[in-house]
């Protein structure tokens, strides 16, 4: 890392700041490290600060200042890979300083770590905040009566989401730019499929029970004793799953549904493994049940061309606009009915609808995965980076620079 390299005319020096680990794949991250690739492209010096359990999970095409190791923090229904070393965050604090950054843009702003250092820490930057929970969060309640009057800080807020705006807003109040998440579209292209001789449904998310995979579970046992056994091809070859992450509901899980020819237990998968896996699936399944603020992975499945079953939830809906087959959270039976329609040929959904039964899906496959390529053009991470690059300005500008 170049500390003190100044920026190019027109460009701007941007550190990106993430509280969660890099060695955990999950949304923000991703969206943090993809927002940096492309600012890079477009001219700018963006730089990284998040923890990381390792060397081998930061990228090399990003330059990132490693905040320190995380530790597991329960929040949202879920577990946060946060950073509580207060001396963590002092050195990231001067590391900050030092480079001398035009702007400094904090992703969930009001979690443990790096982030609580910028809202109460001197000489900065002008900080731009950007909120992607939903359905609220212990690390706003934490710091009442003091959340109101910390985001005050901030130059300009955004959110990932309506969804993502309304939790921020009952908990902070202000005033926010709704934005989107981006997505990489690029990485999809050209991609050799993982081999697979059978229909598959993809599930991609950490094993808790806010992300609903019981439920997908207990929907392929029912898929499983409809659709017979498989014959290498046609729409009513049995169906596989595949299924990917870890989490706390894992063992319980593969107990109740251990590793079979029918059922895949995959564990964490590195980012190819995961693209060739979402280009070759037949389905990605999203299950979750609550909690999603904007679904980052229905955007990646439709860029790779995969047709998507997800819950009927708000952040799902934002996202799919109506790319997607959707169906009422933790109803097991509504999934199998859906998963079948779509590996049977049965169920299909047009541009603009919001899920159920339809055209034939092989008579409109084409037309319609290439509507639902086409939705993922407009959440580019091109034209995001585009839009933060206005917000950066305006925060500039109001700053005083």
Same mark, same amino acid.
């Given at each position: 890392?170049?500390?003190?390299?100044?920026?190019?005319?027109?460009?701007?020096?941007?550190?990106?700041?993430?509280?969660?680990?890099?060695?955990?794949?999950?949304?923000?991250?991703?969206?943090?490290?993809?927002?940096?690739?492309?600012?890079?492209?477009?001219?700018?010096?963006?730089?990284?600060?998040?923890?990381?359990?390792?060397?081998?999970?930061?990228?090399?095409?990003?330059?990132?200042?490693?905040?320190?190791?995380?530790?597991?923090?329960?929040?949202?229904?879920?577990?946060?890979?946060?950073?509580?070393?207060?001396?963590?965050?002092?050195?990231?604090?001067?590391?900050?300083?030092?480079?001398?950054?035009?702007?400094?843009?904090?992703?969930?702003?009001?979690?443990?770590?790096?982030?609580?250092?910028?809202?109460?820490?001197?000489?900065?930057?002008?900080?731009?905040?950007?909120?992607?929970?939903?359905?609220?969060?212990?690390?706003?309640?934490?710091?009442?009566?003091?959340?109101? #009057?910390?985001?005050?800080?901030?130059? *300009?807020? &955004? /959110?990932? @989401?309506? $969804?993502?705006? =309304?939790?921020?807003?009952?908990? !902070?109040?202000?005033?926010?730019?709704?934005?989107?998440?981006?997505?990489?579209?690029?990485?999809?292209?050209?991609?050799?499929?993982?081999?697979?001789?059978?229909?598959?449904?993809?599930?991609?998310?950490?094993?808790?029970?806010?992300?609903?995979?019981?439920?997908?579970?207990?929907?392929?046992?029912?898929?499983?004793?409809?659709?017979?056994?498989?014959?290498?091809?046609?729409?009513?070859?049995?169906?596989?799953?595949?299924?990917?992450?870890?989490?706390?509901?894992?063992?319980?899980?593969?107990?109740?549904?251990?590793?079979?020819?029918?059922?895949?237990?995959?564990?964490?998968?590195?980012?190819?493994?995961?693209? #060739?896996?979402?280009?070759?699936?037949? *389905?990605? &399944? /999203?299950? @979750?049940? $609550?909690?999603? =603020?904007?679904?980052?992975?229905? !955007?990646?499945?439709?860029?790779?061309?995969?047709?998507?079953?997800?819950?009927?939830?708000?952040?799902?809906?934002?996202?799919?606009?109506?790319?997607?087959?959707?169906?009422?959270?933790?109803?097991?039976?509504?999934?199998?009915?859906?998963?079948?329609?779509?590996?049977?040929?049965?169920?299909?959904?047009?541009?603009?609808?919001?899920?159920?039964?339809?055209?034939?899906?092989?008579?409109?496959?084409?037309?319609?995965?290439?509507?639902?390529?086409?939705?993922?053009?407009?959440?580019?991470?091109?034209?995001?980076?585009?839009?933060?690059?206005?917000?950066?300005?305006?925060?500039?500008?109001?700053?005083?620079?």
């Amino acid at each position: 890392m170049d500390a003190h390299l100044p920026s190019t005319p027109g460009s701007q020096r941007i550190a990106l700041v993430c509280p969660y680990s890099l060695s955990r794949p999950g949304g923000v991250q991703g969206q943090v490290l993809g927002l940096a690739r492309t600012l890079e492209t477009r001219g700018h010096r963006a730089t990284v600060f998040a923890p990381a359990d390792g060397l081998a999970a930061v990228p090399a095409d990003v330059d990132v200042v490693v905040t320190g190791h995380s530790v597991p923090l329960r929040a949202n229904g879920s577990v946060a890979p946060v950073n509580l070393s207060v001396g963590s965050v002092r050195r990231g604090l001067r590391t900050l300083r030092a480079i001398g950054f035009d702007v400094v843009h904090v992703h969930e702003p009001f979690t443990p770590g790096l982030p609580y250092g910028l809202l109460i820490g001197r000489d900065l930057p002008p900080l731009v905040a950007t909120f992607h929970r939903s359905g609220g969060s212990p690390f706003y309640s934490a710091l009442r009566p003091l959340t109101r #009057r910390l985001a005050r800080r901030f130059a *300009v807020r &955004c /959110a990932v @989401s309506e $969804a993502a705006r =309304s939790t921020a807003f009952d908990a !902070l109040g202000g005033t926010y730019e709704i934005g989107f998440n981006g997505i990489e579209s690029d990485r999809f292209r050209g991609v050799d499929p993982w081999p697979t001789d059978r229909p598959a449904v993809l599930f991609l998310g950490r094993h808790e029970e806010r992300k609903g995979l019981r439920v997908l579970l207990e929907a392929a046992d029912r898929l499983g004793a409809t659709t017979g056994p498989g014959d290498g091809g046609g729409p009513a070859s049995r169906p596989v799953l595949w299924i990917a992450g870890d989490g706390p509901q894992t063992g319980a899980l593969r107990r109740l549904h251990p590793e079979s020819p029918d059922v895949k237990w995959l564990g964490a998968l590195s980012e190819e493994e995961k693209v #060739r896996r979402l280009v070759a699936a037949r *389905v990605l &399944c /999203a299950p @979750s049940l $609550a909690g999603e =603020s904007f679904g980052i992975v229905l !955007l990646e499945a439709m860029a790779a061309r995969t047709v998507v079953v997800a819950s009927n939830i708000d952040g799902y809906r934002d996202a799919a606009a109506g790319h997607a087959v959707l169906v009422p959270p933790g109803d097991a039976g509504s999934l199998a009915q859906a998963l079948a329609g779509v590996l049977e040929g049965t169920t299909a959904v047009l541009p603009g609808d919001t899920g159920g039964a339809g055209s034939d899906l092989d008579d409109g496959r084409g037309h319609w995965l290439d509507a639902a390529a086409g939705r993922t053009s407009q959440q580019s991470m091109e034209r995001l980076a585009e839009w933060y690059e206005g917000i950066y300005r305006s925060a500039v500008v109001g700053h005083g620079g």
